[in-house]
Protein backbone atom coordinates (compact mmCIF):
# COMPACT_ATOMS: atom_id res chain seq x y z
CA UNK A 1 0.00 0.00 0.00
CA UNK A 2 1.70 3.35 -1.24
CA UNK A 3 1.91 6.11 1.05
CA UNK A 4 -1.53 8.03 -0.34
CA UNK A 5 -3.52 5.10 -0.46
CA UNK A 6 -3.04 4.60 3.49
CA UNK A 7 -3.54 8.57 3.72
CA UNK A 8 -7.15 8.00 2.06
CA UNK A 9 -7.81 4.52 4.02
CA UNK A 10 -6.90 6.22 7.41
CA UNK A 11 -9.26 9.52 6.10
CA UNK A 12 -11.69 6.93 4.64
CA UNK A 13 -11.89 5.68 8.29
CA UNK A 14 -12.41 8.64 10.26
CA UNK A 15 -15.45 9.48 8.30
CA UNK A 16 -16.80 6.13 8.19
CA UNK A 17 -16.62 6.41 12.11
CA UNK A 18 -20.12 7.96 12.46
CA UNK A 19 -21.87 5.93 9.92
CA UNK A 20 -20.62 3.22 12.09
CA UNK A 21 -22.40 4.30 15.03
CA UNK A 22 -25.88 5.18 12.99
CA UNK A 23 -25.43 1.52 11.47
CA UNK A 24 -24.91 -0.27 14.88
CA UNK A 25 -28.51 1.62 16.11
CA UNK A 26 -30.44 1.06 13.16
CA UNK A 27 -29.15 -2.66 12.70
CA UNK A 28 -30.22 -2.95 16.26
CA UNK A 29 -34.14 -2.93 15.24
CA UNK A 30 -33.12 -5.28 12.11
CA UNK A 31 -31.61 -7.78 14.12
CA UNK A 32 -35.02 -7.78 16.38
CA UNK A 33 -36.73 -8.33 12.32
CA UNK A 34 -34.33 -11.13 11.83
CA UNK A 35 -35.48 -13.13 15.46
CA UNK A 36 -38.49 -12.67 15.25
CA UNK A 37 -38.26 -14.68 11.62
CA UNK A 38 -36.42 -17.22 13.42
CA UNK A 39 -32.78 -16.57 12.36
CA UNK A 40 -30.17 -17.09 14.98
CA UNK A 41 -27.26 -14.55 15.79
CA UNK A 42 -25.38 -15.99 13.66
CA UNK A 43 -27.48 -16.09 10.83
CA UNK A 44 -28.39 -12.61 10.97
CA UNK A 45 -24.94 -11.42 11.55
CA UNK A 46 -23.91 -12.98 8.40
CA UNK A 47 -26.69 -11.35 6.49
CA UNK A 48 -25.42 -8.05 7.50
CA UNK A 49 -22.35 -8.76 6.90
CA UNK A 50 -22.99 -9.94 2.85
CA UNK A 51 -26.30 -7.44 2.25
CA UNK A 52 -25.70 -4.06 3.69
CA UNK A 53 -28.65 -2.73 3.14
CA UNK A 54 -31.74 -2.11 5.79
CA UNK A 55 -34.78 -2.13 3.03
CA UNK A 56 -32.92 -5.12 1.66
CA UNK A 57 -32.43 -6.83 4.64
CA UNK A 58 -35.78 -6.01 6.35
CA UNK A 59 -37.68 -7.22 2.76
CA UNK A 60 -35.63 -10.85 3.15
CA UNK A 61 -36.35 -10.87 6.76
CA UNK A 62 -40.37 -10.49 5.99
CA UNK A 63 -40.38 -13.27 3.10
CA UNK A 64 -38.48 -15.82 5.46
CA UNK A 65 -41.22 -15.30 8.06
CA UNK A 66 -43.11 -15.91 5.78
CA UNK A 67 -41.77 -18.71 3.84
CA UNK A 68 -41.16 -17.71 0.85
CA UNK A 69 -38.69 -19.52 -1.70
CA UNK A 70 -35.20 -18.31 -2.21
CA UNK A 71 -35.93 -16.96 -6.05
CA UNK A 72 -38.82 -14.77 -4.66
CA UNK A 73 -36.56 -13.44 -2.10
CA UNK A 74 -33.59 -13.02 -4.56
CA UNK A 75 -36.18 -11.31 -6.52
CA UNK A 76 -37.59 -8.85 -3.76
CA UNK A 77 -34.16 -7.96 -2.49
CA UNK A 78 -32.93 -7.40 -6.03
CA UNK A 79 -36.23 -4.67 -6.41
CA UNK A 80 -35.64 -3.35 -3.20
CA UNK A 81 -32.19 -2.36 -3.72
CA UNK A 82 -31.87 -1.72 -7.23
CA UNK A 83 -31.76 2.26 -6.35
CA UNK A 84 -28.24 1.42 -5.53
CA UNK A 85 -27.29 0.69 -9.00
CA UNK A 86 -27.89 4.55 -9.90
CA UNK A 87 -25.70 5.28 -6.92
CA UNK A 88 -23.12 3.35 -8.46
CA UNK A 89 -22.87 4.76 -11.92
CA UNK A 90 -23.21 8.04 -10.26
CA UNK A 91 -19.55 6.82 -8.50
CA UNK A 92 -17.61 5.40 -11.37
CA UNK A 93 -18.17 8.91 -12.34
CA UNK A 94 -15.87 9.98 -9.54
CA UNK A 95 -13.10 7.30 -10.10
CA UNK A 96 -10.14 7.82 -12.20
CA UNK A 97 -10.69 5.78 -16.15
CA UNK A 98 -8.29 3.85 -15.49
CA UNK A 99 -9.16 2.72 -12.25
CA UNK A 100 -8.74 -1.18 -12.25
CA UNK A 101 -12.27 -3.37 -12.38
CA UNK A 102 -10.95 -4.93 -9.09
CA UNK A 103 -11.30 -1.66 -7.27
CA UNK A 104 -14.44 -1.19 -9.24
CA UNK A 105 -16.23 -4.34 -8.04
CA UNK A 106 -14.68 -4.16 -4.52
CA UNK A 107 -16.28 -0.54 -4.16
CA UNK A 108 -19.39 -2.09 -5.10
CA UNK A 109 -20.07 -4.49 -2.53
CA UNK A 110 -21.01 -1.89 -0.35
CA UNK A 111 -22.27 1.05 -1.94
CA UNK A 112 -24.76 2.23 0.78
CA UNK A 113 -26.33 5.60 0.79
CA UNK A 114 -24.41 6.80 3.40
CA UNK A 115 -20.82 5.80 2.04
CA UNK A 116 -21.87 7.21 -1.57
CA UNK A 117 -22.50 10.39 0.48
CA UNK A 118 -19.22 10.85 1.74
CA UNK A 119 -17.47 9.66 -1.23
CA UNK A 120 -19.00 11.91 -3.93
CA UNK A 121 -18.21 14.78 -1.58
CA UNK A 122 -14.56 14.12 -2.04
CA UNK A 123 -12.69 16.81 -4.00
CA UNK A 124 -11.41 15.78 -7.60
CA UNK A 125 -11.30 11.81 -8.42
CA UNK A 126 -12.12 9.23 -5.69
CA UNK A 127 -9.50 6.44 -4.53
CA UNK A 128 -10.59 3.57 -3.62
CA UNK A 129 -9.11 3.23 -0.68
CA UNK A 130 -11.02 5.69 0.72
CA UNK A 131 -13.96 3.95 0.20
CA UNK A 132 -12.44 1.11 1.50
CA UNK A 133 -11.48 2.47 4.81
CA UNK A 134 -15.15 3.95 5.05
CA UNK A 135 -16.75 0.19 4.63
CA UNK A 136 -14.01 -1.32 7.19
CA UNK A 137 -15.78 0.22 10.00
CA UNK A 138 -19.43 0.79 8.62
CA UNK A 139 -19.87 -3.18 7.85
CA UNK A 140 -18.57 -3.88 11.49
CA UNK A 141 -21.37 -1.47 12.39
CA UNK A 142 -24.11 -2.53 10.72
CA UNK A 143 -23.65 -6.35 11.03
CA UNK A 144 -22.81 -5.97 15.24
CA UNK A 145 -26.16 -3.99 15.70
CA UNK A 146 -27.99 -6.80 14.29
CA UNK A 147 -26.16 -9.51 16.09
CA UNK A 148 -27.06 -7.68 19.26
CA UNK A 149 -30.56 -6.63 18.26
CA UNK A 150 -31.03 -10.74 17.69
CA UNK A 151 -29.67 -11.31 21.37
CA UNK A 152 -31.22 -8.42 23.45
CA UNK A 153 -33.36 -6.43 21.27
CA UNK A 154 -36.68 -7.62 22.65
CA UNK A 155 -35.35 -6.86 26.23
CA UNK A 156 -35.44 -3.20 25.25
CA UNK A 157 -38.61 -0.69 25.58
CA UNK A 158 -39.90 -0.09 21.69
CA UNK A 159 -39.37 3.85 22.30
CA UNK A 160 -35.53 3.30 23.05
CA UNK A 161 -35.21 1.09 19.41
CA UNK A 162 -36.98 3.50 17.96
CA UNK A 163 -34.78 6.45 19.23
CA UNK A 164 -31.76 4.58 17.96
CA UNK A 165 -32.54 5.35 14.73
CA UNK A 166 -32.52 8.90 15.10
CA UNK A 167 -29.31 9.38 14.82
CA UNK A 168 -29.09 8.34 11.10
CA UNK A 169 -31.27 11.11 10.01
CA UNK A 170 -28.92 13.77 11.90
CA UNK A 171 -26.15 11.87 9.68
CA UNK A 172 -27.70 12.76 6.66
CA UNK A 173 -28.24 16.48 7.34
CA UNK A 174 -24.19 16.65 7.95
CA UNK A 175 -24.01 15.27 4.85
CA UNK A 176 -25.87 17.16 2.62
CA UNK A 177 -25.71 20.78 4.58
CA UNK A 178 -22.33 21.80 3.63
CA UNK A 179 -22.35 21.19 0.07
CA UNK A 180 -26.02 22.74 0.16
CA UNK A 181 -24.66 26.09 1.96
CA UNK A 182 -21.74 26.16 -0.95
CA UNK A 183 -24.30 25.85 -4.10
CA UNK A 184 -26.97 27.13 -4.21
CA UNK A 185 -28.09 24.46 -7.40
CA UNK A 186 -27.50 21.87 -4.70
CA UNK A 187 -29.70 23.47 -2.00
CA UNK A 188 -32.44 23.65 -4.68
CA UNK A 189 -32.38 20.34 -5.43
CA UNK A 190 -31.80 19.07 -1.98
CA UNK A 191 -34.84 21.39 -1.06
CA UNK A 192 -37.19 20.15 -4.63
CA UNK A 193 -35.80 16.47 -3.14
CA UNK A 194 -37.45 17.00 -0.12
CA UNK A 195 -41.04 18.36 -1.44
CA UNK A 196 -41.07 16.22 -4.06
CA UNK A 197 -40.61 13.22 -1.42
CA UNK A 198 -43.06 14.44 0.95
CA UNK A 199 -45.90 14.85 -2.29
CA UNK A 200 -45.21 11.22 -3.48
CA UNK A 201 -45.34 9.56 -0.34
CA UNK A 202 -49.17 11.93 0.28
CA UNK A 203 -50.62 11.78 -2.97
CA UNK A 204 -52.91 8.83 -3.35
CA UNK A 205 -51.98 9.00 -7.06
CA UNK A 206 -48.54 7.03 -5.95
CA UNK A 207 -50.26 4.75 -2.97
CA UNK A 208 -49.32 1.69 -5.22
CA UNK A 209 -45.98 2.11 -5.59
CA UNK A 210 -42.92 0.66 -3.71
CA UNK A 211 -40.59 2.62 -1.44
CA UNK A 212 -37.78 1.71 -4.09
CA UNK A 213 -39.83 2.35 -7.11
CA UNK A 214 -40.27 5.92 -5.32
CA UNK A 215 -36.94 6.51 -4.56
CA UNK A 216 -35.03 5.25 -7.85
CA UNK A 217 -37.86 7.41 -9.86
CA UNK A 218 -37.34 10.86 -8.04
CA UNK A 219 -33.57 9.66 -7.94
CA UNK A 220 -33.74 9.62 -11.85
CA UNK A 221 -35.95 12.67 -12.30
CA UNK A 222 -33.99 15.08 -10.36
CA UNK A 223 -30.72 14.13 -11.46
CA UNK A 224 -31.88 14.22 -15.36
CA UNK A 225 -33.34 17.88 -14.70
CA UNK A 226 -30.28 19.16 -13.06
CA UNK A 227 -28.02 17.50 -15.75
CA UNK A 228 -30.26 19.23 -18.56
CA UNK A 229 -30.60 22.65 -16.55
CA UNK A 230 -27.08 22.84 -14.45
CA UNK A 231 -24.46 20.76 -16.68
CA UNK A 232 -20.75 20.24 -14.98
CA UNK A 233 -18.07 20.07 -17.23
CA UNK A 234 -16.48 16.99 -15.20
CA UNK A 235 -12.51 17.07 -16.50
CA UNK A 236 -12.67 21.32 -15.21
CA UNK A 237 -14.40 20.47 -11.59
CA UNK A 238 -11.93 17.46 -10.35
CA UNK A 239 -9.02 19.85 -12.09
CA UNK A 240 -10.32 22.54 -10.01
CA UNK A 241 -11.15 20.44 -7.14
CA UNK A 242 -7.66 19.19 -7.50
CA UNK A 243 -5.48 22.21 -7.40
CA UNK A 244 -7.96 22.99 -4.09
CA UNK A 245 -7.20 20.28 -2.43
CA UNK A 246 -3.20 20.86 -2.91
Known amino acids: MTTENKTCFQHGMRDGCPIALG ?6 TLG ?7 LSAIQAF ?8 SAGEYAGFSLIAAGSTYLETAIM ?29 IMAYDVTDEIFGICVAQPGYLNPWYAYGAIAVAIPGWA ?15 RVVSALSVGLYGMFLAIIIPPARKNRVIAGLV ?5 ASFLVNR ?7 SA ?27 KEDNRNES
Do not use: W
Not at 46 to 53: E, T
Not at 222 to 238: Q, S
Open 46 to 53: AASVLNNA
Open 77 to 105: TLIVNARYLLMSCSLSQKLKPDTPMRHRM
Open 23 to 28: YFAVSF
Open 191 to 195: AAGFA
Open 32 to 38: IAAKNAG
Open 212 to 238: GVKTIALTASLALLAAVLFPIDTEEKN
Open 144 to 158: LGTYLGVIMGNALPT
Open 203 to 209: LPLFAGL
